[in-house]
């Protein structure tokens, strides 16, 4: 069979596979609009950081009490506003700020006669990782408040040094690792879904039993659910780079390691589709897949660093090196303990093992219908 | 009474129907599974950053330092020579490498400057600040401890709850919503649309029963799956203590439950009605739950968001939903309870009145 005829198949199924999805208009949108919904919603979690909001009672407006506060502001860990103690007290019984701080009327005085002096702190204890962060951050503002009013008597610091030229901010971090996420859920779920309309609707008989090269009908339903998943990955990558703002340092390497992402995952959602045959049943297990893949696979920095079992989980996933791959090409520095080429080998082998299984499965199965 | 037998007969053919449908079951149970797993995953790890610890001082003030490191909960410490310590850094097996200096005792007695060194793979600023705040925690601990510590000002802490709740058992309350909303919104699609997609609505429209019944013997049937599985949850976490009502909190724990399934399957059936395509329903009612899930405060507490989005979560019934039962199952306290229940008593006839308008007009359009 010539190549020629091939490259029309692949054409012909590809176009196919396409106006079919065009057809249900509804779900091609939602399709293509879930994995944006994603970053969108996983930002949300970005945004809230780990700063708490607390009110500050300031009873003492003395230099010290002023220089105390600015520590606490200096300290990375409180959002603060100053309030009235019955302002304070009703927004902490409304669940809008996570604790009350009172500078009491005589700070000042106290600390000039080196007189002990406590700090009233009303905590809501809504849970022990909030409630722990009030107890070690206020205990920190207070050292450092002492090292700079009192270097003499506190002279133990940290002097910091950092690895990277800048710091990364969290949420453009955070949007490189949704990104992939996103492509791994678009893609398995056009590809998925694709495949599985073909045996709901029985169109797979036909292209069983057509005199085309069955390698070419395979290409051309990946390439036909490739186009949505791509609509997809375009969508993402400017809402990105346009709003967010993250632009890539090397985008050749976004256009690779994303095409080897779609590859991999449009493979595993035709696999997905072979096997269960319905889109009721695909559509849940691609979306149902994302979720734990992505929460285990270092999303928010590398795995190893939350514990043994994380870093071991993590070493299994393809979307690790996805992820390191494309903070990578957007940041330019290493997020985990293998370096690039690593993750290049990695998520090509892996491409090339789903796309084999695929083919396998897809040829057995699809012969048997 | 007359109209009672087919309200529970639909009501059982749409359970039955559930219970032999596994993708639906998958539909509804994947997405908390998931989310459950994720947070006892992290709930473990959170805040504990990997650092090397270079000591190059052996004085009793910097062996202090290096057991109160040591001790912390905010790191895991592991002893390096300076050059294993870069090693360690450059490969990213730490996140940092803190150096107590050989100078660091005499520093201290002399009452000079005493640096501690702190590089940080400053990659992102979650772990970054992490860090920052970290080692001067260390330090106050360091000084909390002498006898003679300088450091005059304390706390007084008051907490305005009984209790503390871990994070792990306060992350399942959201999930638990999560579950609710995803069973209601997307079975109850699911069990309209499958209607449309397989035609049987015909059959149903041919019996002699009202529309009426036909609607509400549809909604029943989710309302009641949802609150089977509800029951299954709370029933698993009561006898693993993990989530238990004390007295008569029960009840408005329960009630607040049943609110929100009902709330969940009538707006599932104006979907199912609207959309009358179960891969257009299942895609909109888990990307609805979804939203429904982060808005209530899934994954971190609204007070921590940005304000425009507190404000959002404020018009989010399940916001609701969430604090009341946090309320009853965790601090054992009434507080907003009749706001949130009139929130949700409001959420639930609404949305019972958009299943029965949406499913009536595709009816009577058939």
Known sequence: MSLRRNLRVVRAVAAADIRLTLREPLFAIIGVLIPINFLLLFLLFALSGGQAPVAVVMNDRGPLAEQFVQAMNNSQSFLIHTASPADAEREIRSGSIVAVITVPQDFDAALAAKRRIDLPVEVNNLNVDFTNDIRRAVPLSITSFYADAFPEQVVVTAQESDVQAHDTGYVPYLAVSIVVAGLMLASLLQGSVNTARDYELGTIKELALAPVNRFAVGVGKMLGAAALATASALLLLAVVILPIGVHPLHPLEVLGFGLLIIAAFLALGVLIGTLVRRRQQAIPLSIAAVLPLFFLSGPFGPANWLGDVPGAIAVVSPLTYAIAAFQHAFHGYQTAPQDLTADSIVLAAFTLVTVALTAFVFGRRGARH | ?366
């Not at chain 2, 129907?17 to 509804?28: D, F, H, M, Q, Y």
């Not at chain 2, 029943?220 to 299954?232: E, R, S």
């Open chain 2, 1 to 366: 009474m007359g109209s009672l037998r087919p309200v529970l007969a639909i009501a059982a053919k749409d359970i039955l129907t559930w219970v032999r449908t596994p993708s639906a079951i998958a539909v509804s149970l994947l997405p908390p599974i998931a989310f459950l797993l994720i947070i006892f995953v992290a709930a473990g790890a959170v805040g504990r950053n990997p650092v090397a610890l270079v000591v190059q001082d052996s004085g009793p003030q910097a062996q202090r330092l290096v057991s109160i490191l040591e001790d912390s909960d905010a790191f895991r410490v592991q002893r390096a020579t300076p050059e294993e310590a870069t090693h360690l850094l450059d490969t990213l097996q730490v996140a940092g490498i803190i150096t107590i200096p050989a100078s660091f005792d005499d520093n201290y007695r002399m009452h000079r400057p005493d640096p501690v060194s702190v590089r940080i793979n400053n990659l992102n600023l979650d772990f970054t600040n992490d860090l920052r705040r970290s080692v001067p925690a260390a330090i106050t601990g360091f000084y909390a401890d002498q006898p003679d510590t300088p450091v005059m000002v304390g706390v007084a802490e008051s907490d305005l709850r009984p209790h503390d709740v871990d994070l792990a058992q306060f992350e399942l309350v959201p999930i638990l919503v999560l579950l609710l909303t995803l069973m209601g919104i997307v079975n109850g699609g699911l069990a309209a649309a499958r209607e449309f997609e397989d035609l049987t609505i015909k059959a149903l429209l041919l019996a002699p029963i009202g529309r009426g019944t036909l609607i509400t013997g549809k909604i029943l049937a989710c309302w009641v799956t949802t609150m089977l599985v509800a029951g299954v949850v709370l029933a698993v976490s009561f006898v693993s203590g993990i989530l238990r009502p004390a007295g008569w909190y029960w009840l408005p724990a329960l009630a607040v439950i049943g609110l929100i399934a009902l709330a969940a399957a009538g707006l599932g059936t104006a979907l199912g009605g609207a959309l009358r395509r179960f891969s257009a329903v299942s895609g909109a009612g888990i990307n609805v739950a979804i939203y429904l899930f982060f808005l209530s405060g899934g994954i971190s507490v609204a007070a921590f968001l940005p304000e425009w989005i507190q404000t959002i979560a404020h018009f989010t019934p399940t916001f609701y939903g969430v604090d009341a039962l946090e309320a009853a199952i965790f601090y054992q306290s009434t507080d907003n309870l009749g706001r949130d229940v009139a929130v949700l008593v409001l959420t639930a006839a609404g949305g019972l009145i958009l299943g029965i308008v949406s499913l009536r007009r595709r009816l009577n359009a058939f």
